[in-house]
DNA sequence: TTGAAAGCGCTAACAG
DNA sequence: CTGTTAGCGCTTTCAA
């Protein structure tokens, strides 16, 4: 259709291979013919078919990234931080929001393979064994953002999802909590795992014991929150004082609970979350949550990425980070 | 380097062409190779290489998003229902994060025509005419979301940003309110301009006079409402009652500064905002905002590019949705 | 119904 | 330093 090495061979007057060398800086060309054949190229407006490219040089300088939520803050903070990083490098990003449907995640994953993405970056939706063996069978180069640290040779980043739930626990312990809840996102991810492991943990050792029906999860959304902590708060004999919930967004849904059935915040029942996404930090909410270096994770995540794409590292990593505890209002 | 055509050729004792045809549903195919074609890509785990497939179709299935800034609620709102469309129609997206930053964005640009985009959706982070020109040259089908109506035969899909912003500052005028100041976000975005003409309007005809002390803008986020917001409080004499700003975040910013500044909200200053991102109806912010159908949104800017690349309707559209004003407690 | 072959736009030997 | 050519994996005539 558009404009080709060809026309622009054509126009100045040489093999179309020449021009492909001098565009591409190759350095075996005459420097005349190279500034003639680059004026030309810039004149003309001519833009590499990067797909024919891509065929040849069997590389795309395209990665996925697989995303559960974009519509949770977390995401999109990460997501920046992986484009970023990945534009810098001459990289194009696919993004794909799976809405934590693994069925969705595995048709992305095909589309992505035809595509003939370079590498991978997912917080897979669903750590069912057949999901992550099908995910394992992929040929590109991958990192995991969020996955379980099992025995597996991945490469992955990701927060100590267990200590940051032990100190959100054992903070809301020290401020003479017993009856303590947790509130979980969707059952087969990771992060919910360990953050329940770390709630737990902490209850434990703190000999505390965990009533089962203080313990609910369902998926990481506001209104998920909402209605767990609203049945709770209705069951007979509540006597829940305080409440851990595996991220923000389902802490705000508690706390809207909370509310409407007249409790005052911390005093009646105190709450923490996990992420500290931006609107944590409101003054109206100072949620009481365990911060993750979103932005930095989607850095570090795509650098990983790149290693392993430019051949530099072949081992695979484990990159965990620390979280952080930022006490607010709510606690 | 992986499953090709040729291999599954080899393996069922074919043509590879027929292989081609079979996997396509071409229909001149005999039934039963086609089933034993079908049956041993499958078992071989074929994935065609689209990026060759691309290359001779002269269509890539993908299309450009580019966006202003992913963190900002409103914008993986309407990136869902872009995606969520474009995905059913068999099309991947990739997701541009442009910061308002009208470089970056025609970098961006530059790169999504190299690798050969069917269709672009775009929020212009500038709509300065060089940079609308350079836009327009693009030869791939684009639609707009947010695009200055001036005479120009785009397509684009917008909601009526003066009307709503004219409802909001009436809304405010009629609860009393005469020093009614604006907060803006980017100067040169057209939803930036339209709200503030909207404002403007709604001011002249209930025969309010505009105080320029008390109309500034700067970027679309927290921070600048913030900021903004503080400056106005402490400048002598402030009259301030009620403010109208261009987006939820800048409300939330200036929300801030006002409580910071021991004011009520909204007895001692009233304010509204625009989009209702999905915090803005949280139980603590109760912001009153106007509403965009921005899931929606997204769906209808790629259907209307749908439209586009399959020659459906060849005529731009302009597609102009009805903001809704929800009146929530902060004014 | 199938195979052979051209060609999409480009890169990378290989000659010259 | 430059041109010729093969070929990346695929679709699509054109013949058979």
Redesign the pocket.
């Known amino acids: ?7 622009i ?1 054509k126009e100045v ?12 800086g ?9 500034k003639k054949i680059i004026e030309m190229a810039e004149e003309m407006g ?4 990067a ?3 891509g ?4 590389e795309t300088k395209t990665i996925g990234l697989l995303i559960p939520d974009i519509t949770n803050p977390f995401f999109p903070a990460i997501a920046r931080g992986i484009e970023e990083a990945a534009v810098e490098k001459g990289y194009s990003t696919f993004l794909c929001n799976t809405n934590w449907n693994k069925n969705i995640e595995k048709k992305y994953l095909n589309v992505l393979i035809q595509k003939q993405v370079d590498g991978l970056i997912l917080t897979p939706s669903s750590e069912s064994t057949d999901h992550l063996k099908f995910i394992k069978k992929l040929t590109p180069p991958k990192v995991f953002v969020n996955k379980i640290i099992d025995n597996s040779s991945d490469t992955f980043i990701i927060i100590d999802n267990k200590k940051g739930a032990y100190q959100a626990v054992e903070h809301l312990i020290k401020k003479g909590h017993e009856n303590i809840a947790f509130i979980g996102g969707e059952k087969s991810s990771t992060a919910n795992k360990e953050r329940l492991t770390g709630y737990k943990n902490a209850m434990q050792d703190n000999g505390l014991k965990i009533n089962n029906d203080y313990v609910k999860m369902k998926g990481f959304n506001r209104t998920s929150g909402y209605f767990i902590m609203k049945e709770m708060l209705m069951s007979e004999g509540c006597q829940i004082t305080a409440v851990f919930s595996a991220n923000d967004l389902l802490a705000l849904g508690a706390i809207q609970a909370i509310k409407e059935a007249n409790f005052n915040i911390p005093e009646d029942i105190a709450i923490v979350g996990f992420d500290d996404i931006e609107f944590a930090s409101l003054p109206e909410i100072q949620l009481t949550t365990v911060s993750q270096p979103k932005y930095q994770m989607g850095q570090i995540a795509f650098d990983a990425l790149y290693e392993k794409l430019t051949g530099q590292k072949t081992k695979e990593r484990k990159i965990i980070l620390e979280p952080s505890l930022i006490i607010r209002g709510t606690s």
Chains 1, 2 share one sequence.
């Open positions: 259709m558009s404009l080709t090495l060809k026309d061979a007057g040489v093999s179309y291979a020449t021009v492909s060398r001098a565009l591409s190759h350095p075996e060309v005459n420097k005349n013919t190279r001519y833009q590499p078919n797909i024919a490219q065929l040849v040089k069997n």
